[in-house]
């Protein structure tokens, strides 16, 4: 099913997990470290330049903040493990990002963002083990891919997925939201996950 890209749209901001409206269309959620490039890819699957507020400081998105697409919702969660900020804040992410995984909601896929360029956190694999026990649909994005050159991009996506412990099934997507790499392919994933919902 094509979706048009045109028609996204902000909806709303929860500060808390509890605050957030019934689910009534599949979801396509963004989750990762703060600063790895959650916002960005999202402009750039939109075609977008600023519909999701990017960072210069890491933290930047702080609540769960909805989009709509037609018939498929969009969610940008906040990053985690920012470690330049106060204890309370710090942690502020976790009930809101595992709040949000452990409602009754149409979760048709996750996209995991991790950096390219730096090795895995142990966050990194917290969230994996935390998405597979609670049955969310995922998919591993490898972020900022044009900061490397063609080699080592591809030993780092072999080296991260032995830090992930992904499995054979999990699909990862080395991409790109300044090249473009990768986008079209996620675009595709996003597709076959919500077709695979009605
Ligand atoms: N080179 C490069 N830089 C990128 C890419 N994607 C994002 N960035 C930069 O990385 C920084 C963080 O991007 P955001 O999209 O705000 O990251 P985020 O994950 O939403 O960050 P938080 O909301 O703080 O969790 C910005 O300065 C972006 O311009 C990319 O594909 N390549
Ligand atoms: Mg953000």
């Known amino acids: 099913m ?10 709303t ?11 009534v269309r599949p979801e396509i959620s963004f989750v990762g470290r703060s600063n790895v490039g959650k916002s960005s890819l999202m ?18 998105t702080r609540q769960i903040n909805f989009f709509n697409v037609g018939d498929v919702d969009f969610v940008d969660l906040p990053g985690y493990g920012y470690a330049k900020v106060s204890k309370a804040e710090m942690d502020a992410w976790r009930p809101l990002i595992e709040g949000y995984f452990t409602q009754d909601r149409k979760y048709a896929l996750c996209v995991l963002l991790v950096d390219i ?6 966050l990194d694999v917290q969230m994996i083990e935390f998405l597979q026990a609670n049955e969310i649909p995922f998919m591993i994005a490898f972020t900022k891919s044009d900061k490397l ?14 830090q992930l412990a992904v499995a054979g099934d999990v699909v ?22 919500v077709a695979q919902m009605a």
């Open 149 to 162: 050159g063609t080699n080592k991009r591809r030993q780092q996506v072999a080296s991260l997925c032995r």
């Open 117 to 122: 360029r730096h090795d895995a956190s142990p």
């Open 43 to 60: 402009n750039k699957i939109f075609r977008r330049k600023d519909l999701v507020k990017v960072g210069g400081t890491p933290g930047k």
């Open 172 to 193: 990862v997507v080395p991409c790109s939201s300044h090249s473009g790499d990768g986008v079209d392919d996620i675009r595709t994933l996003i597709e076959d996950a």
């Open 13 to 23: 901001s929860n500060a808390k997990a509890e605050q957030v409206a019934p689910s």
């Open 2 to 11: 094509a979706i048009n890209y045109q028609l996204a749209k902000f909806v």
